[in-house]
């Protein structure tokens, strides 16, 4: 069954966004063979064009068949083929700047602050994006960050209301920055990102074609399977193979046409042929791993470390690996290959944002932060490095930080599910609960079985006192994902809030033990002495939960001031360092007190 217009346009998107331009100008060419008065399919076009002069013809095409496109007129006045019209830009307005977090990025990038400006436009082009992100940027709504939601008073007429305990970041994040971008409005959607980049990007080359300018069935056949039109591609090989079958790279462009067909069999059978004429053909081992792959997932193609022997610098043979490697979860051995590639001297963009998602999901996250911006700053127009981007930030519970790039990523892939999720944890964040709202909804519709989703609007519906709905949220969440620290502690002061004091003690004791941040620690710790000094007969457990708050250098400040607060109250006195520490080592009790 063929495939919908529809569907093949999101293929072409979803390609520009993986870095494959080659692959999207094939799926545009085909959508524009089959309806070429579609506008959107003529800007999308531009977006991959190789040369300056392509993108122009593809613009005005667009603007001919849809004189009202605003992206067509935009992409022109950038591109310095079309004068800036009054009626295009709106009076100058000073645009609010937001304050971006900081991250450091490492020795190797010197310190060194780039400002992302739109440099290689021509001034007018810049003044009509500018003026446009503007108007975005001041009449939104501005984020109002309410004050973190205050624990209740413990049930001790003898104690005071009990101070906030704010998150705090878990990693410091240093002062020096290679990115500063704002997000790109919704209303930009349908202008390749490569438009609002600082950078024109390097035309994607055709693995294993030569030129052989006496066949001219040769260069029909790679125009045919750059459109993708593969049984033409085929039939010209066919001639080319026919006056000269020693030519391992025509044997490899008819094998290409088989695979991207979906013939897997007879493309090996035609790679074999291309790898018998030239041993060393690196790119035939590469087809032919991606063939076998396809017919059996279970294990690794050797022929993709056969292609990396042959030629170390073929960046398409280490992402084959990778993919395979996220495919089974496998972050460690992913993380180590991607960097054995960059540590042996190949350097790419996308090489550097995939090294970011495997440390991501294994959990390094400031090495992942300092490879996603270092992959995103070489090529801004890589849509998986906003992405990457914005879930280290989250992570690293720089929620600011993440806002713009997660902002920018869903306007260019709407229908991502964890681009919402991601988004609207770090509106919860900074404490833009409605936005959240709309984001996190937006998530679970389009997955309604996405665990972090459900874990973060379980913290939402607690921040707006919603309890028994956070409950459902969180065991969602179990439902559908992994248990975590964050789960556990959620469930833990979810029930805390209700009143519940005896079920939040097991939680929180399990968050505890599923974690070795002392910050994390220190803020469970502290909700159980708050639990255990509602009941008299319990309040030696309260000290000694304080205590251990106070051995702990890593507890957030506001959190060492509530125990000693606490402890004073309790005892008449602050321990010293060397006093808590001769108490018991932090740990939960072998015994569970009985909560008020």
């Not at 293929?11 to 094939?26: C, Q, T, V």
């Not at 040369?51 to 591109?79: F, H, M, Y």
């Not at 074609?209 to 260069?219: G, I, L, M, N, R």
């Not at 070795?516 to 007969?537: C, G, H, V, W």
């Amino acid at each position: 069954m063929p495939e919908s217009p529809h569907s093949t346009l999101d293929e072409a998107i979803a390609a520009i966004r993986r870095g494959d331009r080659a692959k999207a100008r094939d799926l545009l060419t085909r959508l524009l063979r089959t309806d070429s008065s579609n506008a959107e399919y003529w800007v999308w076009m531009s977006g991959v064009a190789e040369t300056q002069s392509e993108k122009i013809r593809c613009l005005e095409s667009a603007l001919k068949l849809d004189p009202n496109s605003k992206a067509a007129r935009r992409g022109l006045i950038v591109l310095g083929a079309r004068s800036l019209d009054r009626s295009d830009i709106p009076p100058p307005l000073k645009i609010r700047r937001r304050q971006i977090a900081s991250v450091a990025t490492g020795a190797a990038m010197g310190g060194a602050h780039i400002n992302w400006v739109m440099t290689g436009a021509s001034l007018l082009g810049v003044i009509a994006i500018v003026s446009a992100v503007s108007l975005y940027l001041i009449f939104r709504p501005p984020a109002v960050i309410p004050p973190a939601p205050t624990l209740p008073p413990v049930r001790t007429p003898t104690l005071p209301p009990t101070p906030t305990i704010p998150p705090a970041t878990e990693t410091p994040i240093p002062a020096s920055t290679r990115i500063f971008r704002t997000p790109i409005p919704g209303e930009f959607a349908g202008t390749p990102l490569v438009f609002f980049v600082p950078m024109s990007p390097t035309p994607t080359p055709f693995l294993g074609v030569t030129p052989h300018p006496s066949y001219e069935d040769y260069a029909a056949g790679v125009e045919a399977l750059r459109r993708g039109d593969y049984e033409q591609a085929i039939a010209h090989m066919d001639q080319v193979i026919g006056f000269d079958p020693s030519l391992p790279d025509a044997h490899y462009l008819r094998a290409e046409a088989l695979r991207l067909s979906g013939r897997y069999a007879n493309s090996i059978q035609e790679y074999d042929k291309a790898i018998l004429t030239k041993q060393d053909f690196a790119p035939a081992y590469l087809g032919r791993g991606r063939a076998i792959q396809q017919t059996s997932q279970d294990e690794l193609p050797a022929d993709f470390d056969r292609s990396i022997q042959y030629d170390p610098s073929l960046i398409d043979a280490y992402l084959a690996k990778a993919d395979y490697y996220a495919s089974k979860r496998l972050w460690k051995t992913m993380e180590e290959s991607i960097q054995a590639a960059i540590d042996s001297g190949v350097r790419s963009p996308i090489l550097y944002i995939r090294l970011s998602q495997a440390q991501i999901n294994g959990e390094k996250f400031v090495l992942a932060l300092e490879n996603a911006i270092e992959g995103s700053a070489e090529d801004p127009s890589l849509l998986d490095g906003y992405y990457s981007l914005g879930r280290a930030y989250v992570a690293l519970e720089n929620y600011e930080g993440a806002l713009w790039p997660l902002q920018t990523y869903i306007v260019y892939a709407p229908s991502d599910h964890q681009g919402w999720a991601y988004l609207g944890d770090a509106q919860l964040g900074v404490g833009e609960l409605d936005a959240a709202a709309i984001s996190l909804d937006q998530a679970l519709q389009i997955n309604d079985r996405f665990a972090p989703a459900y874990l973060a609007r379980g913290y939402l519906r607690m921040a707006r006192g919603e309890h028994s709905e956070a409950l459902n949220d969180f065991n969602k969440a179990i439902q559908y994902g992994t248990d975590s620290y964050r789960l556990q502690f959620g469930f833990g002061k979810t029930y805390y809030l209700m009143g519940n004091f005896t079920g939040a003690v097991r939680p929180l004791n399990t968050a505890i033990s599923m974690t070795t941040n002392q910050r994390k620690m220190a803020d469970a710790y502290a909700l159980l002495a708050l639990i255990f000094e509602s009941n008299p007969d319990n309040v030696n457990d309260a000290i000694l939960r304080w205590q251990w708050i106070l051995q702990l250098p890593g507890a957030a400040p506001e959190t060492r001031s509530l125990a000693e607060q606490h402890l004073l109250e309790l005892t008449g006195s602050i321990p010293t360092l060397t006093t808590a520490t001769q108490s018991a080592s932090p740990a939960p009790p072998s015994r569970t007190p009985t909560p008020g």
